[in-house]
Nanobody, 120 residues
């Protein structure tokens, strides 16, 4: 596994926006299938969005049209741009990366420590 560092979490009122960042150690990691997950207290972990090694994105139905996953290879950073936030979006958000193979089918082997998002 590799080190992933999330940032950008915070508190925001419903309807607001927030952008999360996940710093990867290198291009070799960022180009892999990567995803954003979240977990709220008492609930199961939920995959929010992913971008595969070919750049194809997938979103959970609950965030479609509101969240955008992207990556900037120049800064080795994965982003999750969130708009029209709702109280139910409140959770700890984690970024994750596939193993060396880079394929989503391999699952996610590396995880960040998370960044808290609170929507009131």
């Amino acid at each position: 596994q590799v080190q992933l560092v999330e940032s950008g979490g915070g508190s925001v009122q419903a309807g607001g926006s927030l952008s999360l960042s996940c710093l990867a150690p290198a291009y070799d990691v960022l180009r892999r299938c990567m995803g954003w997950f979240r977990r709220a207290p008492g609930l199961e972990r939920e995959e929010v969005a992913r971008i595969d090694n070919d750049g194809v994105t997938t979103y959970a139905d609950s965030v479609k049209g509101r969240f955008t996953i992207s990556r900037d290879f120049a800064s080795n950073t994965l982003y999750l741009q969130m708009t029209s936030l709702k109280p139910e979006d409140t959770a700890m958000y984690y970024c994750a990366a596939a193993p060396f193979s880079g394929r989503c089918q391999s699952g996610f082997a590396s995880w960040g420590k998370g960044t808290q998002v609170t929507v009131s």
